[in-house]
């Protein structure tokens, strides 16, 4: 409230008593009086808006000053432009001085790259990969002191290379990769079509992408919004690089942030990410891809799960001073938490990856607790990436969000109605390089089946090629593994029965080729990314859709093709209706012996799908009932 507006309420009031009375007031603005109440609330306000100015140049000055520290010690060449306005106005020191004089001679060296590089767009390979991983633009992505809701100081901004890029080029990308991006706010930053396009950092000077030619479209529409701190759902096919579409923003995230400190006695964990996954494989194999990033900015990550000793993955803890990044299954987590050992109190980045397994009844408890663990969802970010996005969990998923971006890759639309207006909903697919087929057997003969196509698809030279076998129940896993192995097929076997490290052992073998065949339950069906799977065969049906599209996703993966067989019999047929959707829409045949079946898509009959695969702890120890 202004002052003119009081002295209209004040009739009758002298000047030189407001004026007194006003100068009372600045004086002990702080200590309510019952002199002038409003004039008080006034000040007070006035006082409080003043300091929380100065605070925030505060920060600013302070997050300048550690994003200069930083430059001098990483020689971060985009960061120089942050500077350049201080360098003109003080004389330049030796050091500086020097500093400018390399950056002016890059410039000029880039602007003659980048006049070669538009004359050869294509010029991707991985020899180029220097250029690919590290960004040409100096002057491109300058942290501009603000902070991200999660506290990160990595600030997103489009490279001037992007900004380059012509819109009808963009739009064309967008248009062939099927990128379709709902955000709430409407911003529209254009996809990271090339490595280079990508702001520089400390992480991406040192070349992590130099094995990959470009990002693959859901990396590149995802990272813009995912590297400004925005939440984000991500939906692609399986074997899209989703792994790398969360894991970069998470350790941009991290590493631009100081780690809170913590009492030195304080012997708690105190991770700053989380990376939750249904499956101990699956968490192992994100936590191998996460820790190889993280390590390049001198993070650390630490995988916890269950089956295997909890000591040793406590050591861990206490080794890399609390873990800068969790990779976990829920269950471990859980426990660690409720130990007191691992603390999710400073997470500033959640990451449920297979989001719609995660969200699912059988973890949907634990990942309220362990996004309720996490600090509020404003102050964190949140990223869910899977390949099935079912309407059952979406309204879920975005209560542990706020305003997510919804980034899907793919053509989702429903068909819609006879005018072709589609409802705009996402809707399931399958990778479209693989090849589908569907058998509709008698179920008395499907072992038999299995085997005449195991020694079709490995006859002559593709006599090591890997086939992945997949069982409905654990018991049936250990059946069909016993059968093919009287029969003379090098097989093992991952399912839940197993102890971890056998199961571990199976899967090495089979990554390694000693053995060609390996029998698996769900357990193996989200997210594992073994090379070179070169056909799935689904003996029995899984539970769901979705599972029967993470199933054949393990082969035709990063762009491969792949194979997948899948033996029907009448006990599966309520699947029928939506097995015949995800054929079509890959366009793949459609047995007549399956249309008979019908083609009506039933509502989901497994609340807890999946369930089958939820990891259990078989370190644990059952309670023991004692009856008197
Ligand atoms: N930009 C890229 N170019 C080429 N290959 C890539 C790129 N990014 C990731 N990859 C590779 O693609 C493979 C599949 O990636 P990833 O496992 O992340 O797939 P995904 O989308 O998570 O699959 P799923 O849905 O089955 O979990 C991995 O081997 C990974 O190294």
Request: net charge positive; hydrophobic share 30%.
């Amino acid at each position: 409230m202004s002052v003119g507006k009081k002295h209209a309420r004040s009739d009758g009031e002298d000047q030189a008593v407001r004026l007194a009375k006003k100068a009372k007031t600045d004086e002990v603005a702080d200590t309510p009086t019952d002199s002038d109440p409003s004039a008080l609330k006034t000040e007070k306000k006035k006082k409080k808006k003043k300091d929380k100015k100065e605070k925030k140049e505060k920060k600013e000055k302070k997050a300048k000053k550690a994003r200069e520290d930083q430059f001098e010690e990483n020689l971060e060449p985009q960061s120089a432009d942050s500077f350049e306005a201080e360098s003109e106005t003080k004389p330049l020191t030796k050091e500086k001085k020097d500093k400018k004089d390399k950056k002016d001679k890059k410039d000029k060296k880039d602007k003659k790259e980048k006049k070669k590089a538009s004359q050869s767009p294509e010029d991707s390979s991985p020899a180029s990969a220097e250029a690919n991983g590290v960004n040409d633009d100096t002057n491109a992505a300058v942290a501009n002191g603000s902070t991200q809701r999660n506290g990160a100081t990595y600030t997103y901004q489009q490279t001037k290379s992007l900004d380059l890029v012509p819109e009808e080029e963009i739009q064309e990308y967008l248009k062939k990769q099927e990128i379709s991006v709902s955000d709430p706010s409407g911003t529209k930053p254009r996809p990271v079509i090339q490595f280079s396009h990508l702001p520089a950092s400390t992480l991406l000077s040192k070349n992590p992408f130099a094995s990959f030619t470009a990002p693959t479209p859901i990396q590149a529409a995802s990272w813009p919004f995912a590297l400004s701190g925005r939440d984000v759902i991500g939906i692609a096919e399986t074997g899209s690089g989703k792994t790398m579409a969360f894991s970069l923003p998470c350790v941009e995230a991290l590493a631009s942030s100081p780690k809170p400190k913590h009492s030195k006695n304080d012997r708690t964990a105190y991770a700053r990410a989380v990376v939750v996954s249904p499956t101990r494989e699956l968490a192992m194999q994100t936590h191998s891809a996460m820790s190889s990033l993280a390590s390049l900015v001198g993070l650390s990550a630490v995988c916890l799960y269950g089956g295997a000793s909890k000591d040793d993955q406590r050591a861990l803890l206490r080794k890399n001073s609390g873990a800068d990044i969790i990779v976990a299954t829920p269950g471990r987590l859980k426990d660690f938490l409720s130990e007191g050992c691992v603390s999710l109190s400073d997470v500033m980045f959640a990451v449920l990856d297979e989001a719609d397994r995660m969200l699912d009844k059988g973890f949907e408890e634990d990942i309220k607790l362990i996004l309720g663990s996490c600090p509020p969802r404003e102050t964190r970010q949140t990223l869910m990436f899977t390949a099935t996005w079912p309407m059952s969990v979406r309204g879920l998923a975005e209560g542990f969000m706020v305003d997510p971006v919804k980034v899907t890759i793919g053509n989702r639309t429903r068909a819609g109605d006879e005018n072709g207006n589609g409802s705009g909903s996402t809707e399931l697919q399958a990778n479209s390089r693989i090849e589908q087929k569907v058998e509709v057997v008698d179920p008395r003969g499907k072992e038999q089946r299995l085997l005449e196509l195991l020694k079709e698809a490995q006859k002559g030279s593709a006599k090591n090629d890997r086939i992945l076998v997949f069982c409905l129940y654990k018991k049936e896993a250990v059946r069909v593994e016993q059968f093919l192995e009287r029969r003379g097929i090098r097989v093992a076997s991952i399912h839940g029965d197993l102890r971890q490290d056998q199961r571990t052992r199976s899967l090495e073998a089979f990554k390694s080729g000693s053995t060609t065949v390996l029998v698996a339950t769900d357990v193996a069906a989200r997210g594992l990314d073994i090379p070179e799977v070169k056909l799935v065969i689904n003996v029995t049906f899984p539970l769901t859709i979705e599972d029967y599209v993470h199933r054949i996703g393990r082969t035709g993966r990063a762009g491969k093709k792949g194979k997948a067989i899948t033996l029907f019999t009448e006990h599966d047929k309520a699947h029928s209706g939506s097995l015949v959707n995800i054929l079509r829409g890959a366009n793949q045949p459609v047995p007549e012996e399956l249309l008979k079946f019908g083609t009506t898509v039933k509502k989901k009959a497994h609340d807890s799908y999946g369930a089958f695969f939820k990891d259990v702890d078989m370190s644990k120890k059952g309670t023991k009932i004692t009856f008197d």
